[in-house]
Protein backbone atom coordinates (compact mmCIF):
# COMPACT_ATOMS: atom_id res chain seq x y z
CA UNK A 1 0.00 0.00 0.00
CA UNK A 2 1.39 3.26 -1.15
CA UNK A 3 1.36 6.12 1.22
CA UNK A 4 -1.28 8.15 -1.08
CA UNK A 5 -3.54 4.89 -0.51
CA UNK A 6 -2.95 5.06 3.25
CA UNK A 7 -4.02 8.55 3.29
CA UNK A 8 -6.91 7.97 1.55
CA UNK A 9 -7.66 5.27 4.05
CA UNK A 10 -7.81 7.01 7.04
CA UNK A 11 -9.81 10.31 5.35
CA UNK A 12 -12.46 8.14 3.74
CA UNK A 13 -12.70 6.29 6.97
CA UNK A 14 -13.06 8.98 9.16
CA UNK A 15 -15.21 10.05 6.98
CA UNK A 16 -17.40 6.75 6.96
CA UNK A 17 -17.07 5.80 3.77
CA UNK A 18 -15.19 2.98 3.47
CA UNK A 19 -17.03 -0.29 2.97
CA UNK A 20 -16.68 -3.53 5.44
CA UNK A 21 -13.80 -4.68 4.15
CA UNK A 22 -12.08 -1.16 3.45
CA UNK A 23 -12.41 -1.05 6.85
CA UNK A 24 -10.94 -4.12 7.91
CA UNK A 25 -8.10 -3.32 6.19
CA UNK A 26 -7.98 0.04 7.99
CA UNK A 27 -8.51 -1.28 11.38
CA UNK A 28 -5.49 -4.30 10.47
CA UNK A 29 -3.11 -0.71 9.46
CA UNK A 30 -3.79 1.19 12.72
CA UNK A 31 -2.80 -1.60 14.87
CA UNK A 32 0.36 -1.65 12.99
CA UNK A 33 1.02 1.38 13.00
CA UNK A 34 0.49 3.94 16.24
CA UNK A 35 1.70 6.91 13.76
CA UNK A 36 -1.23 6.35 11.69
CA UNK A 37 -3.38 5.36 14.04
CA UNK A 38 -2.99 8.87 15.99
CA UNK A 39 -3.43 10.31 12.72
CA UNK A 40 -6.94 8.85 12.06
CA UNK A 41 -7.58 9.95 15.27
CA UNK A 42 -6.83 13.09 13.96
CA UNK A 43 -8.79 13.40 11.19
CA UNK A 44 -11.73 11.70 13.17
CA UNK A 45 -11.71 14.74 15.62
CA UNK A 46 -11.96 16.68 12.12
CA UNK A 47 -15.06 14.62 11.24
CA UNK A 48 -16.69 15.77 14.47
CA UNK A 49 -17.62 19.18 12.48
CA UNK A 50 -19.99 17.11 10.90
CA UNK A 51 -21.32 15.53 13.85
CA UNK A 52 -21.77 18.85 16.04
CA UNK A 53 -23.53 21.03 12.81
CA UNK A 54 -25.97 18.39 13.07
CA UNK A 55 -26.83 18.53 16.37
CA UNK A 56 -30.37 19.23 17.36
CA UNK A 57 -31.87 19.38 20.51
CA UNK A 58 -33.93 15.54 21.75
CA UNK A 59 -36.94 15.94 23.08
CA UNK A 60 -36.96 16.22 26.84
CA UNK A 61 -38.38 13.05 27.36
CA UNK A 62 -35.54 11.41 26.25
CA UNK A 63 -33.52 12.23 29.22
CA UNK A 64 -35.84 10.83 31.96
CA UNK A 65 -35.94 7.46 29.42
CA UNK A 66 -32.37 7.58 29.01
CA UNK A 67 -31.40 7.66 33.05
CA UNK A 68 -33.75 5.18 33.21
CA UNK A 69 -32.61 2.50 31.11
CA UNK A 70 -29.31 2.48 32.52
CA UNK A 71 -30.33 1.31 35.69
CA UNK A 72 -30.69 -2.08 34.70
CA UNK A 73 -27.42 -2.55 32.84
CA UNK A 74 -24.25 -3.75 34.14
CA UNK A 75 -21.31 -1.57 33.32
CA UNK A 76 -18.05 -3.00 32.19
CA UNK A 77 -14.37 -3.81 33.58
CA UNK A 78 -11.77 -1.71 32.02
CA UNK A 79 -10.02 -5.02 30.94
CA UNK A 80 -11.04 -6.54 27.97
CA UNK A 81 -10.25 -10.37 29.02
CA UNK A 82 -13.48 -12.50 29.16
CA UNK A 83 -15.40 -11.74 32.08
CA UNK A 84 -18.85 -12.22 33.28
CA UNK A 85 -21.39 -10.18 31.41
CA UNK A 86 -24.12 -8.41 32.10
CA UNK A 87 -27.69 -9.79 32.41
CA UNK A 88 -29.53 -8.72 29.89
CA UNK A 89 -27.40 -9.85 27.05
CA UNK A 90 -28.97 -10.79 24.68
CA UNK A 91 -30.98 -13.47 22.79
CA UNK A 92 -32.52 -11.68 20.39
CA UNK A 93 -30.41 -8.93 21.94
CA UNK A 94 -32.20 -6.03 19.57
CA UNK A 95 -29.29 -2.59 19.41
CA UNK A 96 -30.98 -0.91 22.71
CA UNK A 97 -29.97 -3.93 24.66
CA UNK A 98 -27.34 -6.08 23.16
CA UNK A 99 -24.14 -6.76 24.92
CA UNK A 100 -22.06 -4.03 24.33
CA UNK A 101 -19.13 -5.21 25.62
CA UNK A 102 -15.59 -4.67 25.06
CA UNK A 103 -14.81 -1.79 22.90
CA UNK A 104 -11.63 -3.32 22.73
CA UNK A 105 -11.48 -4.51 19.19
CA UNK A 106 -8.64 -6.68 18.68
CA UNK A 107 -7.28 -4.68 15.42
CA UNK A 108 -8.06 -1.37 17.09
CA UNK A 109 -6.64 0.96 19.45
CA UNK A 110 -8.90 1.58 22.25
CA UNK A 111 -11.45 4.41 21.09
CA UNK A 112 -10.74 4.06 17.51
CA UNK A 113 -14.44 2.07 17.21
CA UNK A 114 -14.78 1.21 13.98
CA UNK A 115 -17.92 3.12 12.13
CA UNK A 116 -19.15 0.44 10.02
CA UNK A 117 -19.27 -3.49 10.96
CA UNK A 118 -18.57 -6.44 8.17
CA UNK A 119 -21.23 -7.36 6.03
CA UNK A 120 -21.53 -11.32 6.13
CA UNK A 121 -21.33 -12.80 3.03
CA UNK A 122 -22.14 -16.31 2.92
CA UNK A 123 -20.33 -18.70 1.69
CA UNK A 124 -21.36 -21.13 -0.64
CA UNK A 125 -20.11 -24.28 2.13
CA UNK A 126 -21.98 -27.81 1.29
CA UNK A 127 -23.77 -29.12 5.01
CA UNK A 128 -25.68 -32.26 5.45
CA UNK A 129 -29.33 -32.21 5.28
CA UNK A 130 -30.23 -32.16 9.02
CA UNK A 131 -33.15 -32.32 10.39
CA UNK A 132 -34.89 -29.85 12.98
CA UNK A 133 -35.85 -31.50 16.65
CA UNK A 134 -37.91 -29.16 18.33
CA UNK A 135 -37.51 -28.97 22.30
CA UNK A 136 -40.03 -25.96 22.87
CA UNK A 137 -39.10 -24.14 25.95
CA UNK A 138 -36.11 -26.71 27.00
CA UNK A 139 -33.42 -25.13 25.70
CA UNK A 140 -33.61 -21.39 24.94
CA UNK A 141 -32.29 -19.82 27.83
CA UNK A 142 -34.84 -16.20 28.02
CA UNK A 143 -33.04 -15.18 31.29
CA UNK A 144 -34.49 -11.82 31.94
CA UNK A 145 -34.22 -11.54 35.37
CA UNK A 146 -31.34 -14.06 36.18
CA UNK A 147 -28.27 -13.13 38.41
CA UNK A 148 -26.86 -14.52 34.38
CA UNK A 149 -23.66 -12.73 34.99
CA UNK A 150 -22.22 -14.75 38.22
CA UNK A 151 -23.72 -17.68 36.00
CA UNK A 152 -21.78 -16.95 32.84
CA UNK A 153 -18.68 -16.14 35.26
CA UNK A 154 -19.45 -19.64 37.03
CA UNK A 155 -19.22 -21.36 33.66
CA UNK A 156 -16.53 -19.84 32.15
CA UNK A 157 -14.02 -20.01 35.21
CA UNK A 158 -14.61 -23.60 35.54
CA UNK A 159 -11.77 -25.71 35.35
CA UNK A 160 -13.36 -28.96 34.02
CA UNK A 161 -15.38 -26.67 30.92
CA UNK A 162 -14.86 -27.69 27.88
CA UNK A 163 -15.03 -24.98 25.07
CA UNK A 164 -15.81 -25.72 21.76
CA UNK A 165 -14.52 -23.53 18.93
CA UNK A 166 -16.63 -22.64 16.32
CA UNK A 167 -14.53 -22.38 12.30
CA UNK A 168 -16.00 -21.14 9.35
CA UNK A 169 -17.25 -17.30 8.85
CA UNK A 170 -17.74 -17.03 12.35
CA UNK A 171 -14.17 -17.34 14.00
CA UNK A 172 -14.02 -16.18 17.31
CA UNK A 173 -17.35 -17.50 18.58
CA UNK A 174 -17.16 -20.12 20.83
CA UNK A 175 -19.03 -22.02 23.19
CA UNK A 176 -18.09 -22.89 27.48
CA UNK A 177 -19.78 -26.02 28.01
CA UNK A 178 -19.77 -26.54 32.32
CA UNK A 179 -21.01 -30.19 33.41
CA UNK A 180 -21.44 -28.83 36.70
CA UNK A 181 -22.99 -25.63 35.95
CA UNK A 182 -25.52 -27.37 33.91
CA UNK A 183 -25.11 -24.64 31.47
CA UNK A 184 -22.89 -23.23 28.66
CA UNK A 185 -21.75 -19.82 27.57
CA UNK A 186 -22.20 -18.87 23.72
CA UNK A 187 -19.20 -15.99 23.86
CA UNK A 188 -16.87 -14.49 20.91
CA UNK A 189 -15.44 -11.04 20.00
CA UNK A 190 -15.38 -9.41 16.56
CA UNK A 191 -17.99 -11.25 15.12
CA UNK A 192 -19.42 -10.25 11.95
CA UNK A 193 -22.97 -8.64 11.53
CA UNK A 194 -25.56 -10.43 10.02
CA UNK A 195 -27.05 -9.28 7.60
CA UNK A 196 -29.94 -6.43 7.50
CA UNK A 197 -33.22 -7.87 8.78
CA UNK A 198 -31.42 -11.38 9.28
CA UNK A 199 -30.42 -12.80 12.97
CA UNK A 200 -27.79 -15.51 13.60
CA UNK A 201 -29.12 -18.51 15.21
CA UNK A 202 -27.01 -20.86 17.30
CA UNK A 203 -27.51 -24.57 16.99
CA UNK A 204 -26.87 -27.56 18.64
CA UNK A 205 -25.85 -30.61 16.65
CA UNK A 206 -26.57 -34.35 17.41
CA UNK A 207 -25.54 -36.76 14.44
CA UNK A 208 -27.67 -35.19 11.52
CA UNK A 209 -30.20 -33.38 13.95
CA UNK A 210 -29.74 -29.76 14.62
CA UNK A 211 -31.57 -28.41 17.84
CA UNK A 212 -32.91 -24.74 18.13
CA UNK A 213 -30.64 -22.99 21.06
CA UNK A 214 -31.49 -19.24 20.47
CA UNK A 215 -30.91 -16.58 18.24
CA UNK A 216 -29.25 -13.62 18.88
CA UNK A 217 -26.96 -10.66 17.11
CA UNK A 218 -23.22 -9.39 18.14
CA UNK A 219 -23.23 -6.24 19.64
CA UNK A 220 -22.17 -3.28 18.26
CA UNK A 221 -18.53 -3.98 19.44
CA UNK A 222 -19.21 -7.24 17.82
CA UNK A 223 -19.26 -9.10 21.06
CA UNK A 224 -21.35 -11.95 21.81
CA UNK A 225 -22.38 -13.18 25.68
CA UNK A 226 -24.68 -15.99 25.46
CA UNK A 227 -26.10 -18.20 28.83
CA UNK A 228 -27.26 -21.44 27.63
CA UNK A 229 -28.93 -23.16 30.48
CA UNK A 230 -28.36 -26.52 29.14
CA UNK A 231 -24.66 -28.16 29.08
CA UNK A 232 -25.13 -30.25 26.32
CA UNK A 233 -21.67 -31.28 26.60
CA UNK A 234 -21.91 -33.80 23.78
CA UNK A 235 -23.34 -31.62 21.04
CA UNK A 236 -21.34 -29.73 18.58
CA UNK A 237 -22.53 -26.69 17.30
CA UNK A 238 -23.52 -24.51 14.76
CA UNK A 239 -24.08 -21.18 13.47
CA UNK A 240 -27.00 -20.45 10.45
CA UNK A 241 -28.20 -16.80 9.30
CA UNK A 242 -32.08 -16.12 9.27
CA UNK A 243 -34.75 -14.19 9.38
CA UNK A 244 -35.58 -12.00 12.38
CA UNK A 245 -37.47 -13.86 15.08
CA UNK A 246 -35.42 -17.10 13.80
CA UNK A 247 -36.37 -20.39 12.45
CA UNK A 248 -37.96 -23.25 13.33
CA UNK A 249 -35.54 -25.40 11.10
CA UNK A 250 -32.52 -23.89 9.58
CA UNK A 251 -32.90 -22.33 5.75
CA UNK A 252 -29.22 -21.81 5.04
CA UNK A 253 -25.90 -23.71 5.42
CA UNK A 254 -24.00 -23.81 8.67
CA UNK A 255 -21.89 -20.67 8.29
CA UNK A 256 -19.54 -21.86 11.82
CA UNK A 257 -19.56 -25.12 13.11
CA UNK A 258 -17.78 -26.71 16.08
CA UNK A 259 -15.27 -29.65 15.93
CA UNK A 260 -15.91 -31.11 19.16
CA UNK A 261 -14.31 -29.61 22.60
CA UNK A 262 -10.59 -28.42 22.45
CA UNK B 1 -22.08 26.48 26.36
CA UNK B 2 -20.20 23.04 26.41
CA UNK B 3 -18.02 22.06 28.64
CA UNK B 4 -14.24 21.20 27.48
CA UNK B 5 -13.04 17.96 26.23
CA UNK B 6 -10.80 17.20 29.19
CA UNK B 7 -14.23 17.92 31.51
CA UNK B 8 -15.78 15.80 30.05
CA UNK B 9 -13.55 13.18 29.93
CA UNK B 10 -12.96 13.38 33.35
CA UNK B 11 -16.37 12.51 33.92
CA UNK B 12 -15.84 9.37 32.16
CA UNK B 13 -13.89 7.97 35.08
CA UNK B 14 -16.93 8.90 37.79
CA UNK B 15 -19.47 7.65 34.89
CA UNK B 16 -17.61 4.06 34.92
CA UNK B 17 -18.23 3.88 38.72
CA UNK B 18 -21.64 3.74 38.39
CA UNK B 19 -22.08 7.72 39.18
CA UNK B 20 -25.70 8.63 37.79
CA UNK B 21 -25.12 12.37 38.38
CA UNK B 22 -21.91 12.12 36.50
CA UNK B 23 -23.83 10.29 33.27
CA UNK B 24 -26.60 12.83 33.24
CA UNK B 25 -23.89 15.33 32.58
CA UNK B 26 -22.88 13.41 30.13
CA UNK B 27 -26.23 13.21 28.83
CA UNK B 28 -26.23 17.05 29.43
CA UNK B 29 -23.16 17.34 27.18
CA UNK B 30 -23.62 14.77 24.14
CA UNK B 31 -27.51 14.35 23.79
CA UNK B 32 -27.68 17.23 20.94
CA UNK B 33 -24.78 16.28 18.76
CA UNK B 34 -25.77 12.55 19.56
CA UNK B 35 -29.66 12.81 18.86
CA UNK B 36 -28.34 15.68 15.88
CA UNK B 37 -26.34 12.58 14.18
CA UNK B 38 -28.78 9.53 14.19
CA UNK B 39 -31.54 12.06 13.00
CA UNK B 40 -30.00 13.59 10.46
CA UNK B 41 -28.63 9.86 9.38
CA UNK B 42 -31.63 7.91 10.05
CA UNK B 43 -34.18 10.78 9.35
CA UNK B 44 -36.51 9.65 11.25
CA UNK B 45 -37.30 11.43 14.94
CA UNK B 46 -38.46 7.96 16.29
CA UNK B 47 -35.78 6.02 15.24
CA UNK B 48 -33.37 8.54 16.43
CA UNK B 49 -34.62 8.95 19.64
CA UNK B 50 -33.94 4.57 19.77
CA UNK B 51 -30.49 5.58 18.48
CA UNK B 52 -29.70 8.00 21.07
CA UNK B 53 -30.68 5.61 24.12
CA UNK B 54 -28.71 3.07 21.96
CA UNK B 55 -25.89 4.85 22.01
CA UNK B 56 -25.65 6.36 25.63
CA UNK B 57 -26.31 2.85 27.19
CA UNK B 58 -22.99 2.26 25.29
CA UNK B 59 -21.33 5.01 27.03
CA UNK B 60 -23.06 3.84 30.32
CA UNK B 61 -21.40 0.43 29.99
CA UNK B 62 -18.23 0.87 28.18
CA UNK B 63 -17.10 4.10 30.37
CA UNK B 64 -14.13 2.24 32.13
CA UNK B 65 -13.47 1.29 28.57
CA UNK B 66 -12.31 5.02 27.40
CA UNK B 67 -8.64 6.32 27.13
CA UNK B 68 -8.43 9.97 27.35
CA UNK B 69 -4.56 9.27 25.93
CA UNK B 70 -6.46 7.80 22.37
CA UNK B 71 -8.93 10.22 21.82
CA UNK B 72 -11.53 12.63 22.80
CA UNK B 73 -15.07 11.56 23.83
CA UNK B 74 -17.21 13.54 21.93
CA UNK B 75 -15.71 11.96 18.78
CA UNK B 76 -15.57 8.66 20.43
CA UNK B 77 -19.39 9.18 21.18
CA UNK B 78 -19.88 10.23 17.60
CA UNK B 79 -18.34 7.43 16.36
CA UNK B 80 -20.61 5.04 18.34
CA UNK B 81 -23.77 7.51 17.18
CA UNK B 82 -22.81 7.19 13.76
CA UNK B 83 -22.25 3.96 13.52
CA UNK B 84 -25.43 2.89 15.37
CA UNK B 85 -27.78 5.05 12.79
CA UNK B 86 -26.05 3.77 10.12
CA UNK B 87 -26.36 0.08 10.43
CA UNK B 88 -30.10 1.20 11.18
CA UNK B 89 -30.54 2.70 7.91
CA UNK B 90 -29.53 -0.26 7.06
CA UNK B 91 -31.79 -2.22 8.51
CA UNK B 92 -34.33 -0.17 6.95
CA UNK B 93 -33.48 -0.77 3.72
CA UNK B 94 -33.38 -4.30 4.13
CA UNK B 95 -37.36 -3.51 4.41
CA UNK B 96 -37.83 -1.39 2.20
CA UNK B 97 -36.46 0.53 -0.65
CA UNK B 98 -35.90 4.03 0.42
CA UNK B 99 -34.75 7.48 -1.46
CA UNK B 100 -31.78 8.17 0.56
CA UNK B 101 -31.11 11.24 -1.66
CA UNK B 102 -34.71 13.22 -0.96
CA UNK B 103 -34.20 13.64 2.27
CA UNK B 104 -30.29 14.15 2.65
CA UNK B 105 -30.46 17.96 3.58
CA UNK B 106 -27.42 20.04 3.50
CA UNK B 107 -26.34 21.85 6.68
CA UNK B 108 -28.32 24.90 6.65
CA UNK B 109 -26.40 27.83 6.73
CA UNK B 110 -28.36 29.16 9.38
CA UNK B 111 -30.33 27.58 12.56
CA UNK B 112 -33.67 27.38 13.42
CA UNK B 113 -34.04 29.39 17.30
CA UNK B 114 -34.71 25.57 18.75
CA UNK B 115 -31.30 24.56 17.49
CA UNK B 116 -29.56 27.75 18.37
CA UNK B 117 -30.96 27.32 21.64
CA UNK B 118 -28.62 23.89 22.35
CA UNK B 119 -25.34 23.91 22.04
CA UNK B 120 -24.90 26.98 19.50
CA UNK B 121 -21.61 27.72 19.81
CA UNK B 122 -20.06 24.74 18.65
CA UNK B 123 -23.17 23.91 16.05
CA UNK B 124 -22.17 27.14 15.07
CA UNK B 125 -18.31 26.81 14.55
CA UNK B 126 -18.95 23.47 12.91
CA UNK B 127 -21.60 25.36 10.54
CA UNK B 128 -19.17 27.63 9.99
CA UNK B 129 -16.02 25.49 9.23
CA UNK B 130 -18.22 23.57 7.05
CA UNK B 131 -18.76 27.04 4.67
CA UNK B 132 -15.26 26.90 4.63
CA UNK B 133 -15.35 23.71 2.07
CA UNK B 134 -15.49 24.03 -1.43
CA UNK B 135 -19.26 22.96 -2.77
CA UNK B 136 -17.96 19.97 -4.28
CA UNK B 137 -16.11 18.60 -0.98
CA UNK B 138 -19.12 19.48 0.90
CA UNK B 139 -21.48 17.33 -1.23
CA UNK B 140 -19.56 14.83 -1.27
CA UNK B 141 -18.56 14.80 2.44
CA UNK B 142 -22.28 14.90 3.41
CA UNK B 143 -23.03 12.21 1.21
CA UNK B 144 -20.68 9.76 2.91
CA UNK B 145 -21.44 11.23 6.70
CA UNK B 146 -25.09 12.20 6.35
CA UNK B 147 -25.86 9.25 4.05
CA UNK B 148 -24.07 6.49 5.40
CA UNK B 149 -22.56 5.95 1.89
CA UNK B 150 -19.20 4.37 1.01
CA UNK B 151 -16.70 6.26 -1.74
CA UNK B 152 -18.12 4.33 -4.36
CA UNK B 153 -21.64 4.96 -3.70
CA UNK B 154 -20.51 8.69 -3.41
CA UNK B 155 -19.35 8.59 -6.83
CA UNK B 156 -22.28 6.78 -8.00
CA UNK B 157 -24.84 8.81 -6.89
CA UNK B 158 -22.57 11.87 -7.72
CA UNK B 159 -22.07 10.64 -11.39
CA UNK B 160 -18.19 11.14 -10.85
CA UNK B 161 -15.17 9.18 -11.15
CA UNK B 162 -14.39 6.83 -8.36
CA UNK B 163 -10.85 9.12 -7.85
CA UNK B 164 -12.54 12.00 -7.98
CA UNK B 165 -14.93 11.18 -5.29
CA UNK B 166 -12.09 9.68 -2.88
CA UNK B 167 -10.47 12.71 -3.72
CA UNK B 168 -13.71 14.96 -2.80
CA UNK B 169 -13.99 13.40 0.71
CA UNK B 170 -10.40 13.25 1.46
CA UNK B 171 -9.60 16.99 0.57
CA UNK B 172 -12.68 18.10 2.25
CA UNK B 173 -11.92 16.26 6.10
CA UNK B 174 -8.04 17.75 5.45
CA UNK B 175 -9.59 20.93 4.97
CA UNK B 176 -11.44 20.31 8.17
CA UNK B 177 -8.60 19.48 10.08
CA UNK B 178 -7.07 22.46 8.95
CA UNK B 179 -9.51 24.80 9.91
CA UNK B 180 -9.67 23.19 12.89
CA UNK B 181 -5.90 24.15 13.63
CA UNK B 182 -6.09 27.92 12.55
CA UNK B 183 -8.82 27.62 15.12
CA UNK B 184 -6.46 26.25 17.38
CA UNK B 185 -3.80 28.13 16.75
CA UNK B 186 -5.80 32.03 17.11
Given at each position: MTNDDASDLLALGAAGALSDDEYDTLEQLLAADPLLAGEYRELQASALVLAEAASEAPPPSLRASVLEAINNVEQLPASSTAQPVT????????PADASALPASHPHAPSNVVPIRHRRWMIPATAAAAVVMLLVAG??????????SGDRMSAVLNDDDAATHRLTGSLEGLRVVTSTDESAAVLIGSDVALPDPGKVFQLWAVHDDLMVDIATFTPAATGEVAILIN????DAEWAVTMEPEGG?????????AISSGPA | MTIENATLAALLPRVATGDHVAFATLYDELSSMVFGIAKRVARDGTHAEEITQEVFVDLWRLAARFDAAKGNVRSWAATIAHRRAVDRVRSEQAHRNRE?????????ATSGPEEQAVDGESRQRAVSALGRLSPPQREALELAY?????HVEVADQLGIALGTAKTRIRDGLLRLRSVLREEASS
Amino acid sequence: MTNDDASDLLALGAAGALSDDEYDTLEQLLAADPLLAGEYRELQASALVLAEAASEAPPPSLRASVLEAINNVEQLPASSTAQPVTSEVSIEASPADASALPASHPHAPSNVVPIRHRRWMIPATAAAAVVMLLVAGLLVNRFADAPSGDRMSAVLNDDDAATHRLTGSLEGLRVVTSTDESAAVLIGSDVALPDPGKVFQLWAVHDDLMVDIATFTPAATGEVAILINDDRDDAEWAVTMEPEGGSDQPTSDPIAISSGPA
Amino acid sequence: MTIENATLAALLPRVATGDHVAFATLYDELSSMVFGIAKRVARDGTHAEEITQEVFVDLWRLAARFDAAKGNVRSWAATIAHRRAVDRVRSEQAHRNRERVDALAVVPATSGPEEQAVDGESRQRAVSALGRLSPPQREALELAYYGGLTHVEVADQLGIALGTAKTRIRDGLLRLRSVLREEASS
